[in-house]
């Protein structure tokens, strides 16, 4: 493992979905329970189809999934799997990725932490609560709070905690293009659902590896 990033950076902006936790089982399940609830829909909501999606805009995510319907029927279809999204996350959860909480702790002990994420309002907060880690944050940032693209998101983190040589760690080429474009060096997380074939200045096959890297 790489040592030359030691001590590099002040502060650490994580992704959420596929960097610190997988929700997508659960996440399929309760946007099936939206489905259901409509009659202009009769589809199958599948962990694999959420994860195609995963680091996409909370927005773009349904115009993806559903371009068949008119700008309404997929307002109502968001609402509706953003509801249940967080009613069931509140009580099931995701899977937390193995040794976060160790890792976390040590993170915290040298460098401050955040997360910027495409989700929903009330995501991360839902993270936190499940996870029972929020203390290890200094702050977050989400698309749902000012409809925001992640570079700008990463960008407020920044410039509002006053950062100035952070680090951005993420699963997606999404997640790599938007530090790019926040001016913020990438590590790539490969256990995540995405591919970066180049850029990344690490990467790391399991989130106990940033002990080793950081």
């Known amino acids: 493992m790489n040592s030359s990033l030691k001590n590099k950076f002040d502060g650490i902006i994580f992704d959420l979905d596929g960097t610190l936790w997988d929700s997508t089982n659960n996440v399929a399940l309760a946007w099936q329970s939206a489905l259901d609830e409509v009659d202009y829909l009769d589809e199958v909501m599948t962990q694999e189809r959420v994860r195609s999606i995963t680091g996409m805009t909370y927005d773009s995510i349904f115009d993806k ?38 890792t976390l702790a040590y993170l915290a002990g040298k460098y401050r932490l955040f997360i910027v994420s495409n989700c929903q309002s009330g995501y991360i907060e839902v993270f936190f609560k499940i996870s029972r880690m929020e203390h290890y944050f200094a702050g977050h940032q989400c698309f749902g709070t000012k409809g925001n693209p992640k570079a700008e998101n990463i960008k407020d983190i920044v410039n509002d905690h006053n950062l100035e040589a952070p680090v951005y760690i993420g699963d997606t080429i999404g997640d790599y293009d938007s530090a790019n474009k926040a001016g913020v060096p990438f590590i790539f997380a490969d256990y995540g659902f995405g591919k970066v074939e180049n850029g990344q200045i690490a990467t790391i096959s399991n989130f106990s590896e940033l002990k080793e890297l950081l």
């Not at 249940?84 to 937390?96: F, Q, S, V």
């Open 65 to 102: 999934l559903f371009p068949q319907l008119d700008a309404v029927q997929r307002a109502e279809v968001q609402a509706l799997c953003g509801k249940h999204e967080l009613e069931i996350l509140h009580t099931r959860g995701g899977e937390l990725y193995p040794a976060l909480d160790e």
